[in-house]
């Protein structure tokens, strides 16, 4: 069922916020993966505090969670398996740029002040992965942290997935949509090891996914899924999880290469091309790191 609400405004204020992520959702007693685009603060009267606060109360008590991704933790050996996405010798300057995983570490940029407004809220949980963390507010949010580990990071996702969840987008589009790094992991796509700082030691992360810039290409495909309402220039999106799963799971059996950027600079996604065509090679093991 799809259903596209417009609720035209040129500043959008705390109430208008909060009736369009109420009427995009699917499962109003169930969890939801939020997703904010950074921009969105300078579109909402109030700032990212009312974005919060809208969220607080479409949720109504139920439970939600965010990704707080932390990049910065990254480092790289001098040598390292191949196909891996990564030229090893060209990363080695941002190894001493590098900072040790840990509760209180901010996400990156890229995913605007929000992640960082949700981790001060009393009663937020964050899950331990030093890349590919989430934040999780409300009664599950210990359980939805849990639910990561080293070898499954998108537990979380997976976590939503059983719990009948949504997924819904303010003012983003699919390429902040890291719930289809999930469906990429149920098809079977290659996936890449990466390594970080944490506990005083360099983690290995196996699982570690590719590129999101082709995502954008799933939208014409979840249009029958997706409730919108337009806000001025912008709009709030929510799909189910499930058919958002269904749907995107399809596509990649019949396609394995759908939903790769088309950048021919992109060593991610040429190594999924280059996996699909020609199969998988030993990829041996890395260097020891400094």
């Known amino acids: 069922m799809e259903r596209t609400l417009s609720l035209v405004s040129t500043q959008v204020g705390f109430r208008t916020l909060t009736l369009a992520l109420e009427a995009v959702r699917w499962n109003s007693n169930g969890p939801a993966l939020i997703l904010v685009a950074p921009e969105v603060e ?4 109030g700032g990212i505090a009312t974005v919060l606060g809208a969220v607080q109360a479409a949720m109504r008590g139920n439970t939600w969670i965010i990704p707080a991704f ?16 990564v030229v090893y010798l060209a990363m080695q300057a941002a190894n001493a740029r590098a900072t040790f995983f840990h509760a209180d570490l901010p996400a990156d ?6 992640p960082e407004a949700v981790r001060r809220l009393p009663g937020t949980r964050r899950s331990e992965h030093p890349v590919l963390s989430f934040l999780a507010v409300g009664p599950q949010a210990e359980a939805a942290v849990a639910a990561q580990s080293i070898l499954d990071p998108w537990g ?32 079977g796509r290659k996936t890449f090891v990466r390594w970080a700082l944490m506990d005083r030691r360099v983690v290995e992360l196996p699982g570690f996914p590719g590129c999101r810039r082709g995502f954008g290409a799933a939208a014409s495909l979840l249009e029958p899924a997706t409730r919108r309402v337009h ?60």
Do not use: K
Not at 70 to 85: A, C, E, F, I, Q
């Open 42 to 45: 300078h579109r909402v009267r």
């Open 70 to 85: 932390t990049s910065r933790t990254m480092v790289y050996p001098r040598v390292g398996p191949p196909d891996n996405g």
């Open 156 to 187: 979380p996702i997976r976590w939503l997935h059983a719990e009948d969840g949504d997924v819904i987008l303010i003012g983003a589009d699919h390429t902040l949509n890291v719930a289809i790094h999930y469906v990429e992991a149920l098809a």
């Open 231 to 290: 806000l001025s220039d912008w709009a709030v999106q929510g799909l189910p999880l499930e058919r958002m799963v269904q749907i995107l799971l399809d596509l990649l059996r019949r396609d394995p290469m759908a939903l790769l950027c088309e950048d021919p600079l992109c060593l991610l996604c040429h190594a999924v091309r280059q996996h699909v065509l020609y199969g998988a090679r030993p990829t041996g093991s890395a260097a020891a790191l400094p």
């Open 109 to 114: 940029p890229e995913w605007g002040p929000f």
